[in-house]
Structures are given as structure tokens and as C-alpha cells.
């Protein structure tokens, strides 16, 4: 199916599979003969029950999720996250971050309310993630954003630590983008309105021996052990949220490309996106990324033009090719197109042909 929609590069709230929004629109109305739409049920009825069960096995299987992990669906997104790992997991001791850009930046100065928080590394402005970490090995956890939103940085690999520290990966804007590997982790956490749905659901993946450690001052709803054993349940969870997001599951599991299916076909797509932008940027002497080859990251590519008097031009002469919100962040400047498994590789061509033209004719 073509669609005659533009294609929108924003960061987040983001684009979602159009298959996706049309059968949300068909069931608007009357979810399988229910005669409710699913913002109408009851979050414990059996018709609701049975869309967060399928969400969360789809799910699990996607990311070959191990069992001793609980998949938790919560609200508070990412920054709420911030907050809500160190009142769980630091029992008010230690918290080694590494600082890659702007979210890792926030989740250090957040978890100092509540942790004695070290900074282990500093990516500054060197565009690579760097090498050596000072860690304490009495770290309650170690938290790293594995792919900087707003700067383009992502881990192509997760770190191995020190026996006994549990590493937090902050995944929010990468997250089904690729397979996570989970003998390196303790906990996962993700918003949905990057990757997967729209905004207000916020997934955990927590190791189960990392319950029951919250400090006091822990509200109940957002204490992980409390949620896992009430299966999500606590408290009236993003039902409507979590409903489109198990529509997006489903469409990751059916997804063919190039001989490959599912979560493998998903990150090849989403590799061969990146490489078809990344290469159009460095082989122009117009557009520049700034971020080491090794760190790229394939969701969020930030670039600057030449000249910055540009910007204005570009971005309405974009539009008006049907190319959608390729303005930067007010912190980096420039553009930044976000292709996350939703955009379609049509949109990267399209976009490297319009930067190709643009440069042409203001370059
Ligand atoms: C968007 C984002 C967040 C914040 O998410 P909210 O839902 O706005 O709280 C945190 N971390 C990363 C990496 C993000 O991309």
C-alpha cells in the first residue's frame, strides 16, 4: 500500500505503521463486536485482559525477553524513569552515570535527589562515546542512555561490567529498533511515543532480583515490585496506549524484508535506513554530521547545514516536499531526522533525494 501521507521525521511523539492507524480506526468503535472502543473498557474486564496478555507476549517474544525479567507497563515516560529506578534500585547508596548527551545529563541530575550519583564519563563534545569509566564497584546500579535522542549516539554494544553492579539502560528511543542483549542488563526502561505507540506508556523490564528494594518514600504505584504483582494492574494502567502498542507488536512479528522477519527484519531495514542517510551526509559537502562512525546512532540522525541561514529555507522548502519536522533540538541546532521502524525506507530515499536537490541548488 502507497501512501500519499508526508513523511514525518519527528522525534517524538513520532510517526507510527499507517496499517497500524487504520485498524485502530476501524476498531474505534466497536472493538471486536465488544460494542466499546478499547478507551471504553474496563482495564479488568476479559476483553482488556486479553489485548495487555497478547501485548505483552508479543513482547517478550519479540525481544526474547529471558523469564526472570517482569515486563512492567507504566506511566510517568522516561523522565518519570529517572526518578522512579533510583527511589527502586539505589536503597540511597550509590549510582554511577555515563554521560553520552542530553538524557543521561538529566537522569544523573535526577537521581542525585534520591543517590549519591558519580559521573563515570563525560562524553562532552567529543562526538564518541568514551572509554574508560570510573566505577565503583559498590555501585547500587550503573546507568547509561543507549541511544541519546537529541544527539544521535547510540551503543552498538552494551557494556560488560564488573560482576554484581546491574546495569540501567535507558531505551527509550531505540527500543524493537534491535535485539537487547540481556545477560548484560538488569533493567530496561522505555517510553512508548519514540518507537513503539503514542505517548503516556512507559515499559520496564526489571530482573526479578531487583524487586522489593524501594525506599520508603516510593509511591505504591510506582513501586516495580508492587506493579509486577499486580501483572501491570495496580493502578488503572495506559489502556488505550498499550492497546495500539500491542497492534505495533504484531506488526514488527509479520514484518518481511530482505529474506528476514520480525525483529531481525526490522534492524536490517532499520541498518540499511541509517547507512543510505549517513553515507548521502558524508558524501556531500553541504551537510555534516558530527558524531563518530562507531556511536552513530540508526533512529536519530542530527545534522547541520553549511550555512545556518539556511535552516529556515530548508525547512519550509521540506515541507513542501512532504518531508515532515527535520528541525533540530534547540541544543544542538540544525536538523535531526528521526527514522525509527515505523519510517519506511521510501522516506530516507526521499529525503536523501531532496537533500541531494537542496544542495544543488543553494550549495
Ligand atoms: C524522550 C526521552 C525521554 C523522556 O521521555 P518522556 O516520556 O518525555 O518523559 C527520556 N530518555 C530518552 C532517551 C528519550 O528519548
Not at 535507558?170 to 530496561?188: C, F, Q, Y
Request: proline letters at 5%; glycine letters at 10%; one cysteine or more.
Amino acid at each position: 500500500m502507497t501512501s500519499a501521507r508526508p513523511f514525518n521525521f519527528a522525534p517524538g511523539p513520532a510517526t507510527l505503521p499507517e496499517p497500524v492507524l487504520r485498524q485502530v480506526a476501524a476498531e474505534m468503535l466497536d472493538w471486536h463486536g465488544s460494542g466499546m472502543s478499547v478507551m471504553e473498557m474496563s482495564h479488568r474486564g476479559k476483553e482488556f485482559g486479553s489485548i495487555l496478555e497478547a501485548a505483552e507476549r508479543d513482547l517478550r517474544e519479540l525481544l526474547a525477553v529471558p523469564a526472570n525479567f517482569r515486563i512492567l507497563f507504566m506511566q510517568g515516560g522516561g523522565l518519570g524513569e529517572n526518578a522512579i529506578v533510583p527511589m527502586n534500585l539505589s536503597r540511597g547508596g550509590k549510582v554511577d552515570v555515563v554521560v553520552t548527551g542530553s538524557w543521561s545529563r538529566k537522569s544523573a541530575a535526577e537521581a542525585r535527589r534520591y543517590a549519591d550519583v558519580q559521573i563515570a564519563a563525560d562524553i562532552g563534545k567529543t562526538g564518541v562515546i568514551p572509554r574508560d569509566w570510573a566505577l565503583r564497584d559498590d555501585a547500587a546500579y550503573v546507568h547509561v542512555c543507549t541511544n541519546e535522542t537529541i544527539d544521535g549516539v547510540e551503543f552498538h554494544e552494551l557494556p560488560q561490567l564488573a560482576t554484581g553492579v546491574p546495569l540501567v539502560i535507558d531505551v527509550s528511543s531505540h527500543l524493537l529498533s534491535r535485539p537487547i542483549d540481556w545477560s548484560r542488563v538488569g533493567l530496561a526502561f522505555g517510553g512508548a511515543q519514540k518507537n513503539i505507540g503514542p505517548a503516556g506508556m512507559t515499559m520496564v523490564f526489571v530482573r526479578d532480583d531487583l524487586l522489593g528494594h524501594a525506599l520508603d518514600i516510593c509511591p505504591s504505584a510506582f513501586n516495580y515490585e508492587t506493579v509486577a504483582a499486580n501483572q501491570s494492574m495496580f493502578n488503572t494502567p495506559p489502556t488505550f496506549a498499550i492497546y495500539v502498542a500491542g497492534l505495533v507488536f504484531q506488526w514488527v512479528k509479520g514484518l518481511e524484508y530482505a529474506g528476514k522477519r520480525g525483529l531481525a527484519a526490522i534492524e536490517q531495514r532499520n541498518i540499511d535506513k541509517a547507512a543510505l542517510l549517513y553515507g548521502a551526509l558524508d558524501a556531500s559537502g553541504f551537510f555534516k554530521n558530527h558524531i563518530d562512525p562507531s556511536c552513530r546512532s540508526r533512529m536519530n540522525v542530527p545534522f547541520l547545514l553549511k550555512d545556518d541561514r539556511l535552516n529556515e529555507t530548508f525547512l519550509a522548502e521540506a515541507k513542501s516536499a512532504g518531508l515532515l519536522s527535520l528541525k533540530g533540538h534547540k541544543s544542538v541546532g540544525g536538523m535531526r531526522a528521526s527514522i525509527y521502524n515505523a519510517m519506511p525506507l521510501e522516506g530516507v530515499q526521499a529525503l536523501v533525494g531532496f537533500l541531494k536537490d537542496f544542495e544543488a541548488r543553494h550549495g
